[in-house]
């Protein structure tokens, strides 16, 4: 089983694919992470074109049995969560139109998934992700946020 996992951003969104062997108690491989990124001054709607082929072409080359996306939280700035959500539309439109089944997790279920405590910070989930999985800890902290939520969503059923 290959699971996707995508923390949602309007400028920069992690994005990672784990195979997890289904017949094996073997900890998941990962395929790919990294981010996509859109330069800051790029506005909506050709952020969103952006976002939308390159999760396009990933999807494409790695063929998802599901998607674990972040839920996002309440954010103070009215702006920065409308961009933010704009984004997440294109994530569940591109997911949806490829039949991809979606799990939507909150920070703190995937936090609490990957180090047992919902507050832990960015460096707690790098740490338990580089033990969970045996991997080093390289790439921006939104491609990490995403393999913490593939890891989540690969153990759900």
Not at 41 to 54: C, F
Not at 109 to 114: F, L, S
Not at 115 to 142: C, E, F, T, Y
Request: aromatic share 6%; net charge positive; proline share 4%.
């Amino acid at each position: 089983m290959i699971v996707m996992g995508i923390d949602p951003g309007s400028h920069r969104l992690g994005f990672a694919f784990l195979k997890k062997n289904t017949t094996i108690r073997s900890r998941p491989e990962i395929l790919e992470y990294g981010t996509i990124e859109v330069p800051a001054k790029t506005k909506s709607p050709d952020n969103l074109k952006i976002i939308y082929s390159e999760l396009e072409r990933l999807i494409l080359v790695h063929k998802p049995d599901r998607a674990c996306v972040e839920n996002l939280f309440f954010s103070k700035n009215k702006k920065t969560a409308q961009m933010v959500y704009e984004a997440r539309g294109v994530i569940l439109l591109i997911l949806g139109q490829h039949s991809i089944p979606i799990y939507e997790l909150t920070a703190n279920q995937i936090k609490k998934g990957v180090s047992a405590s919902g507050s832990a910070d960015k460096k707690a989930i790098r740490r338990s992700i580089q033990l969970l999985l045996g991997v080093d800890a390289k790439g921006h902290d939104d491609s990490w946020d995403a393999i913490a939520c593939a890891f989540v969503g690969s153990g759900m059923n």
